[in-house]
Each structure stands twice: as structure tokens, then as C-alpha cells.
């Protein structure tokens, strides 16, 4: 264990009035300034005091000085430096546009109609009167583009019929003329060594909705760890056709827009939202397309049940960084191809989305963090998250659409001869009226049948996908390597601790938490790349597959219409919430090592 004094002791003292009330731990404490998160904040190391709970007793807490302030005990005639509100911390800015004088020029020259869209990609492939536009179909289906607003009809195998029609037919698993623009831009090799970590957010009018991966080695579709040992290091190509996938999360206020609506089906691996309407298919020259090179990727990280590797993102138009390379580096894990990780890997993308924004974002100054007695960096906890992706399968996805088509219309089929059967046997004859009560083929199904029904589907369509061949996509901020244990200070196993301790406060449990899943690299991250250092470290705690989350959880448990069950589930809910998270916090003193709070 490396041992070295603690950096951020405070030894500030605020004098009690002899007459001042009882600090009384059963009531709050006065608010004071801080973080969004709640805890409470001080701009210094000398913007925190040790109080006395009881004056004259040597009972102490810790308190912030806007918390003093706030409280009045003592604070007449004592001046107190000017303290300012707890601010974000960017990282070191990367992301820019890439050409500005183009952007600012076009922009000047733009009509009402152009000022609209979100990319530059989006403008050069807006569907104009005379252009052709890849209209997609089933599985069965070819079309050639069309112009005019014909109807689609794609679900039941129907092809789409056109008055005008060019030389080149296309189907559902065509790229679009967006996506085609795109994949002509990256098809040359990548230096991953020299690529800039995407640190940033990615502004959410240019967040990616279709990633298209160039995946020749088929990395996606590892099976486990023992075929990637296997595999050698092959000089980079580029794929014809990449593999195209689409934003799962986050969740963006966009995406009830046409071009965007296949979001609301998280199993869907369409990248449209039931049929494909005319107006659907022109709408995909409004998507964020990037571009994900694996080819040759260096690996990050290995576990159980998936694999990490560095990928060179190109992200969509007019997003580029200040080196002017037109990659950046992003950490994609991918899950090994059987069910149990395909959950693992949802379930992190879910909470991802679920993480308010302040575990992912730095603040100035310190926060206080019990039961840790002294002030900790007010870091970020988690890395900044690039969006969970799924692999679209236009062909999987026609036929289980078709399926379900087959399915409707065969109990349609059962119930109308239930209901003739009826008539023929006239054993539902009403002894007063001596009229057939008979069952009406076209009324729907009962709710309990409906629901049933239902679930049964949902859950065989959710099985079909998880266990497609091809891996989902977790892109997520790269934050450096495992730490090792022993070699943390005492401040950086209390900052770890403290990760961890927010997390919770957050309402949300980690439940995978081993030393291996906390990562450490240079910083501050604020600092350009070659100014960092390793004796200023950035910590984030990783590995979220398994993690619970409170407000999921009570959600469920509301749901249920009984008051007496709703009361037993949310009562036990909350029993076994606290005993997992005592049982983290007694297990992360022995992954970090540390003997006691007052380390």
C-alpha cells in the first residue's frame, strides 16, 4: 500500500458559541452551496471547517463556509473571501467543426429551408425533384427509387410499384445514398496510436443515429475469448458493404421525428419503425450517419463476458477534431454470442442512459462525501457515454414482421370458424330469446388472451434478436487502465471510495464491483493531452451490466394495481436494496484496501 500524507486534510476549525444550538444528526444541515447532485460543495480546501456538533464537546462534523454562513452561528464582523458557484469543468476541447469559413459562408448564402438541417451530410443528400432515392423493401422485394410520394407497403412481402424507374434496384439491406456518401469518405487506414480520445459530449443535434462499422475481421461476431486469442493481427482493409447499426440510446427529444422513430422499439433491428412509409425513406437523408473502423483495432480489455477494443469513429458532418484527423477514439465493448451477455451488455447501455448527467461531468472544487472525513475532487464518476447500438437486419426483421402478420391473420382464421361452429351446433341458443349468441370473428381477443399473446411474442422476438451473430455496440469515453490497488495514495483509494459512495447516492448499485472495474489515467483532464500527468490521476468507476436501478425498480413495483402487494414488493424491494449496497460498500474496503473511513 503506497503511503503518502493526504493532500486533502483540512485543519480549519469554525469556533462555536458557547450558547449554540445542538448540531442534531436527525435533522438536515443547512444547505449551503452545492453540486447538482446535493452534496455539499466548497470552492478550496479552506472553504471547509470542523465544528463542533455539541459546544464544548469534541464531537465533530465538517462543515462547508456557505454552510456556516448559512447556519449564522459566529459569522458577524468575520470577513469570508468572495466564493463563486461550483462550475463545470470541460475537458480539453476537441471536437470542432471541420471546415468553419465553409460552414460560415454557406450559411450566409443559405435559403430558410437549408438553415434547417442539422449536418452538412444532410445537405448535400437532401432528396431534390429528379434525384433518386433508395426506396427499401422486404426481404423479397426489389424497387428502384422513386420521386413521388407512392405509399409504402414492405411488412407482408408486397413490392412498392414506380412510374419512373433507373437502372439500379435496391432492397432492404441497401445502404442509403446518405449512408453510401459516407462509407466514400472512410476507406482509408487509421493510426490508432495517434488518435485523440473523444472526451467530450457529443452535441445531441449531431448525436449518431446509424453507425456504419467496418468490421472485416468480424470482431462483432466473436464468440468467446479463446477464438479471439486465436486471432492475429491483419493489415487494415475496408468492407464494401459495412455493418449498419442504430441508436438504441440515448434517448433524444428528436427522435419522434420520422427519421428517427425506429428508437422507440429498443428489439427492433429495423431502421424503421414498423412499415416503412414514402415519407420514412426520404427522411434518411436527415440522419446523423458515423463511421466505427475495427479493422485491426487494438484490444482495451478482456472479461467473462465481453471484449473492449480502441475504434477509430468518424462522427457525422460537420463534427471533426482540432488535429484535423477525422477520427477520434472511442472504447466499444462488444458481448460474446450467448444470451446471458447479450443482457449484460443491454442492461449497461440502459443504465448509461439512465445516469443523470452529473456522475459524467467534472465541477471546481471539492464536495463532501460521508461518511469520508475530508473533501473530495468534485470529479466525474462514469465515463461520458457515445450510445448503444444494435446491428440492423432488415431481412431478420421483414420475416418476424411477417410472422406476426401469419399469426393475426391464422387467429382471425380459428375464431371465425369457432364462431360458425357455434352457429352449426346451436349449443349457444338463448333459451328466451332463441337467438345464437355467437362469437363474432372479427370482435378482438380478450385482454387476458391479448396480453398473453403478446408476451409470448415480445419474448420469443427478444430471444430471436439477443441471439443474432452479430454483437450490439457500447461506445463509451476511453479512461485509461485498471488500477492496482496497492499503489494507490490514500487520497486516490478515498477518491475511488467516494466514486462509489455517489453512485449510491445517485440510487444506483453497481453490483460487479471489483478493483479491475476501476480505471485511472493521466490528468487533470482539462489539460491538453501532453500536459497531463499520472500525479494528478482521473478516476472512473466502469462495468454497469449488472447494476441495479432504485427508480426502475419502484416503477415496477407501482405498476401493480393491489395496494396490499404494491406495499409487500416495495417494502422488500427496499430491504434488499439496502443490504446490497452495505454489502458494496463493506466490499469495496477490501478491493481498495482500506483499513478504515479515516484513511
Known sequence: MASSPCKFLVTNEWTRDPNGKILDKSKSPPTGKRTPEGLPWGHTLNDFFWIRRIPGLNIMTMYSRSMIQEMGENVAGVEHPPEPQPTVLDPWPLLTLSSPDASTKASENATDAEVEIHCASDAANRHTEGQVNPLLVNHEGEVSGDTDDTAVNSTNGQKITTEEKTDTAHTIDDLSIAEENVLNQNMSTVDYVSLSKLEEDIPEVSFPDIVLVNDPEGITKT????????????????????????????????????????????????????????????????????????????????????????????????????????????????????????????????????????????????????????????????????????????????????????????????????????????????????????????????????????????????????????????????????????????????????????????????????????????????????????????????????????????????????????????????????TDRNYEVGKVFRELEIPNYES
Open 223 to 578: 464468440e468467446d475469448i479463446y477464438h479471439l486469442k486465436c486471432q492475429t493481427i491483419q493489415e487494415q482493409t475496408s468492407m464494401k458493404k459495412p455493418l449498419r447499426y442504430k441508436r438504441v440510446w440515448p434517448k433524444l427529444a428528436r427522435d419522434s421525428e420520422p427519421s428517427t422513430l425506429f428508437n422507440s422499439d429498443i428489439h427492433s433491428s429495423s431502421v424503421f419503425h414498423q412499415t416503412p412509409t414514402t415519407d420514412e425513406i426520404k427522411q434518411q437523408s436527415n440522419r446523423n450517419i458515423a463511421y466505427l473502423n475495427l479493422s485491426s483495432a487494438p484490444v482495451l480489455g478482456t472479461g467473462h463476458h465481453s471484449i473492449v477494443y480502441r475504434g477509430a469513429l468518424q462522427l457525422p458532418s460537420p463534427l471533426s477534431d482540432f488535429s484535423l484527423n477525422p477520427c477520434v477514439s472511442v472504447a466499444t465493448k462488444m458481448a460474446f454470442i450467448r444470451g446471458e451477455e447479450r443482457e449484460l451488455i443491454e442492461q449497461e447501455g440502459r443504465v448509461y442512459n439512465a445516469f443523470p448527467e452529473y456522475l459524467k461531468t467534472s465541477y471546481s472544487g471539492y464536495n463532501l462525501v460521508p461518511p469520508i472525513a475530508h473533501p473530495v475532487p468534485a470529479a466525474a464518476c462514469v465515463p461520458k457515454f457515445f450510445g448503444y447500438y444494435v446491428p440492423v437486419n432488415e431481412v431478420n426483421e421483414a420475416k418476424l414482421r411477417e410472422a406476426d402478420l401469419s399469426a393475426l391473420a391464422e387467429r382471425r382464421k380459428r375464431r371465425k370458424a369457432a364462431g360458425a361452429k357455434q352457429v352449426n351446433d346451436g349449443d349457444t341458443l338463448d333459451p328466451e330469446s332463441e337467438e345464437v349468441a355467437i362469437v363474432d370473428p372479427d370482435e378482438d381477443e380478450t385482454e387476458d388472451e391479448k396480453a398473453l399473446e403478446e408476451e409470448v411474442n415480445e419474448r420469443s422476438h427478444i430471444e430471436e434478436r439477443r441471439w443474432q451473430p452479430i454483437s450490439p455496440l457500447l461506445l463509451v469515453e476511453e479512461c485509461g487502465k485498471d488500477i492496482v490497488a496497492s499503489e494507490l495514495t490514500r487520497d486516490e483509494r478515498n477518491e475511488c471510495f467516494t466514486i462509489l459512495l455517489r453512485l449510491h447516492h445517485a440510487n444506483f448499485i453497481h453490483k460487479s464491483l471489483y478493483v479491475r472495474n476501476f480505471l485511472k489515467q493521466p490528468g487533470p483532464l482539462t489539460k491538453p493531452p501532453q500536459e497531463r500527468s499520472i500525479s494528478s490521476p482521473s478516476f472512473r468507476l466502469i462495468d454497469f451490466g449488472r447494476t441495479r436501478i432504485w427508480r426502475d425498480e419502484m416503477e415496477e413495483a407501482l405498476s401493480i394495481e393491489r395496494e396490499d402487494q404494491k406495499n409487500k414488493i416495495l417494502k422488500n424491494a427496499a430491504q434488499e436494496w439496502f
